[in-house]
């Protein structure tokens, strides 16, 4: 619970002039309640009185009391419940903004509906902590202080007789706080599970559909949905305990109030209106019993979602320099240009969360050296799993080397802001996201600014410049969730596009061709060879055909310890007279090829 409030109070600080304001609401709102047994008191006594002329005048006060109580209670909700809309806002941009700083690593370990669940219904747990779990303990605080108050001075013996239930309610609140924590936490881990499957389900449906698996996986979530809805009632099986404990418990010291006040006032120690007033004062501590048992609950499903943010929060971003240093202002350009070098580089993936174990993963890359020179075209080849891709994804720092290190211009990596490295990398992965807005956005996503002219320009260069003529909307047209609408040659080409837009001085391409034909191939390789010119030009590929006439090819292979080695290097034609492991794999593709052809 303190690291709960550690991490709330700086969100509340920065609205605490709306937070005083709401608590001198509430202190007002309480006061004004506080008064009404008061008059209640002496319009009693005053009708024992036989004074039933001045009933008019309580009635009166009654009202006017109730009404400023209603007036400052509003603005006691505007402030203190609008402060925790405002908090959720803040928390939200951060929790995102943390997303967004976190390397790939992170999000290999996590799924992406558990990330939703997180954002979604862990931050509203959390947020009802900053609402009703602030503004109602106070109100209760001074609530309990004011009846107590006004009851002891009623008489000190009755209030004695109502407060013998109040130990078994704190022992009650401890054993019921610890175990909604504990179910509150397995029911937010579950949610989370089921927000996954259905996150995968709708970003997988065509798979699904395409293997008439709709069956298989309702199952899957009924699983999940079965395993939710029985952690959600143990949960509830508690909280649904807790009230009628109080009510319970309430019930008993109010009993007891009445028989033994009751004696009290027939013996002349108390007035029949002193009594009226005591039992109201003992009513309204029965809303602040409940709300404690409310806020209780709402704190420890609090508690619970913020450890699961936590991991978010205090997940390690990449380290990164916050500026250049002064004698590499001129860079990549200066020196050595946009030369880069692998020296001894070890790289392993690190393991999924829930696949831990004492075990360290198997390097992909162990003392692995390569130099690509400025405005040189390399090309990277080997077999699937050979840790060509890890190669690329090294250098924009996707992914941090363990030892050794990846240099551009003669920096590492690592003494470059993280910004300013992949402003200078045009990269274009094997997965070609798009976004669901406009091509035209997609396109110039890495260049908001670019004009109608360069993007009409780069489709052409990537061969899909025919096939945008021949949507409807053009390039407004809207390509859906992950570029649904498009065909996977034509999201391929898009990827490329995008890439080629950008001025950068290194140019990345990790396998992007797979789904393209020959004739758009060459169409395509083409524009990359023009814009490699001037540029440090990586290609993975896993198609030679797509490397030909690369300035050089490294054709990468495990070694004894299954990490990558660069087995073969040499021009493509040097490779294949070699008749080594790149040649037996040319004469394979050219044999599938014919194929095909038939």
Not at 250 to 262: A, P
Not at 473 to 499: C, H
Not at 538 to 562: E, K, Q, Y
Request: proline fraction near 4%; include cysteine; aromatic fraction near 8%.
């Amino acid at each position: 619970m303190l690291d709960l409030w550690r991490r709330l109070l700086p969100y509340l600080a920065r609205y605490r002039g709306r937070v005083t304001f709401g608590l001198v609401a509430l202190l007002l709102c309480r006061v004004f309640y506080l008064i009404v047994p008061q008059v209640l008191e002496r319009a009693v006594d005053a009708l024992e009185a036989g004074a039933t002329d001045r009933m008019w005048t309580f009635a009166g006060m009654i009202v006017g009391v109730s009404l400023g109580s209603a007036i400052f209670r509003y603005f006691m909700r505007w402030y203190l419940i609008g402060v925790s809309r405002y908090a959720e806002y803040d928390m939200r941009r951060d929790f995102y903004a943390r997303l967004q700083e976190l390397p790939a690593a992170f999000h290999a370990r996590y799924r992406v509906g558990d990330l939703l669940s997180r954002s979604a219904q862990d931050m509203n747990a959390v947020r009802m902590v900053l609402g009703p779990g602030v503004m109602y303990p106070v109100e209760t605080v001074i609530t309990t202080i004011g009846c107590f108050g006004f009851m002891l001075a009623i008489s000190p013996r009755l209030t004695l007789v109502a407060v013998a239930v109040m130990p078994v309610v704190s022992i009650l609140m401890k054993i019921l706080g610890e175990k909604i924590f504990r179910r509150s936490e397995v029911v937010q881990a579950k949610m989370a599970d089921i927000s996954a499957v259905v996150q995968e389900n709708a970003a997988g449906a065509r798979l699904v559909r395409a293997f008439a698996q709709e069956d298989s996986q309702r199952e899957v979530f009924r699983r999940e949905n079965e395993a939710y809805a029985d952690r959600s009632m143990r949960l509830v099986a508690v909280s649904a305990a807790l009230f009628p404990l109080l009510l319970a418990l309430i019930g008993l010291g109010l009993g007891g109030t009445l028989v033994f006040g009751g004696r009290l006032a027939t013996d002349g120690a108390i007035t029949t209106g002193e009594l009226v007033a005591f039992l109201f004062y003992y009513g309204y501590l029965t809303w602040p019993m409940i709300a404690l048992g409310w806020v209780v609950n709402i704190h420890q499903r609090g508690a619970a979602s913020m450890k699961r943010l936590a991991a978010v929060f205090d997940a390690e971003p990449l380290a990164s320099p916050s500026a250049l240093p002064e004698d590499a202002r001129g860079w990549p350009f200066a020196g050595d240009g946009a030369a880069i070098e692998f020296d001894r580089v070890t790289f392993a993936y690190p393991a999924p969360a829930a696949a831990e174990d004492d075990a360290a993963p198997r390097p992909v890359l162990k003392d692995f050296r390569l130099r690509i020179g400025a405005g040189e075209t390399v090309a990277l080849v080997g077999r699937t799993g050979s840790g060509k891709s890890t190669v690329a994804r090294l250098i924009p720092r996707i992914h941090d080397a363990g030892r050794g290190a990846v240099r551009v211009g003669g920096r590492d990596v690592r003494e470059i802001p993280v910004a300013e490295l992949r402003r200078r990398i045009a990269f274009v992965p094997q997965d070609s996201f798009l976004f669901s807005m406009s091509l035209r956005e997609n396109l110039a996503f890495g260049e908001p600014d670019a004009s109608d002219d360069g993007i009409r320009r780069v489709a052409a260069e990537a061969g899909l410049a025919g096939d945008i003529e021949g949507f409807p909307d053009g390039y407004d047209t809207v390509v859906g969730e992950r570029g649904v609408t498009l065909s996977g040659g034509q999201r391929q080409r898009s990827a490329i596009a995008r890439a080629l837009l950008l001025d950068a001085p290194i140019l990345i391409l990790d396998d992007v061709l797979s789904a393209v034909d020959s004739e758009t191939e060459s169409r395509i390789l083409a524009a990359v060879r023009r814009a490699a010119l001037e540029r440090t030009t990586l290609i993975v590929a896993h198609r030679l055909s797509t490397v030909r006439d690369a300035d050089r090819i490294l054709l990468l292979d495990a070694d004894a310890d299954g990490a990558a080695r660069v087995a073969e290097e040499g021009t493509h034609d040097e490779l294949v007279s070699a008749g080594g492991l790149y040649a037996a794999m040319y004469r394979r593709q050219m044999l599938e090829e014919e194929l095909e052809r038939l």
